[in-house]
C-alpha cells in the first residue's frame, strides 16, 4: 500500500529505469561479489565431482584389471 503510493505520482522510466540503476550503481560491487561467489563454488564443486568421479573410475579399472589373488 504504501509501495503504491510513493511510486503512484512518477512516470515510468523512473519506476523501470532510473531506479534500477541507482540500484545497481549502490549495489553493484555486492552483487558482483555474491554472483561471483556463487559462480566459484559451483565450479569449485564441478571440480570436486569431476576428480572424485574419475578417482572411483581409475580405482574400479585396476581393480578389476588386477588378479584378486595379489592380494
Known sequence: MA????FA???WW???VAIPLIVLVVFGGLITTVVGFVIGLL???LILV???GGLI???RKFMS???RGDW
Open 3 to 6: 509501495r503504491q503510493g510513493i
Open 9 to 11: 505520482g512518477l512516470p
Open 14 to 16: 523512473v519506476k523501470w
Open 43 to 45: 565450479f569449485k564443486a
Open 50 to 52: 569431476a576428480l572424485v
Open 57 to 59: 573410475f581409475l580405482v
Open 65 to 67: 584389471s588386477s588378479s
